[in-house]
Nanobody, 116 residues
Framework: QVQLVESGGGLVQPGGSMTLSCAASGSIGSINVMAWYRQTPGKERELVAAVSGGGLRNYVDSVKGRFTISRDNAQNTVYLEMNSLKPEDTAVYYC??????????WGQGTQVTVSS
């Protein structure tokens, strides 16, 4: 049974920083893409950042220059370093892993609230 376990969410003030992590447990196999999505009430889930097995990264425009995604393949873990946080970054953040065998897994979600 594969599980993705997220950690690192919470409350942070505008302009602050926070790092999310997501680790896979179980026999997940070889992971192609690791990504972070976010969702606010009434809106569709949005891709925030992704990193491929080859190390290519892409970001949604609204977080470019502020967020950094990284991965540790040995630990099957992905990180999202978030700096200069804004109230509009408030959302539930979900990690997503896609394996080379085309299996997709989601984390349970972690709330990030940016507020003074």
């Amino acid at each position: 049974q594969v599980q993705l376990v997220e950690s690192g969410g919470g409350l942070v003030q505008p302009g602050g920083s926070m790092t999310l992590s997501c680790a896979a447990s179980g026999s997940i196999g070889s992971i192609n893409v690791m990504a972070w999505y976010r969702q606010t009430p009434g809106k569709e889930r949005e891709l925030v950042a992704a990193v491929s097995g080859g190390g290519l990264r892409n970001y949604v425009d609204s977080v470019k220059g502020r967020f950094t995604i990284s991965r540790d393949n040995a630990q099957n873990t992905v990180y999202l370093e978030m700096n200069s946080l804004k109230p509009e970054d408030t959302a539930v953040y979900y990690c997503n892993f896609r394996t080379w065998a085309s299996a997709t897994y989601w984390g349970q979600g972690t709330q990030v609230t940016v507020s003074s």
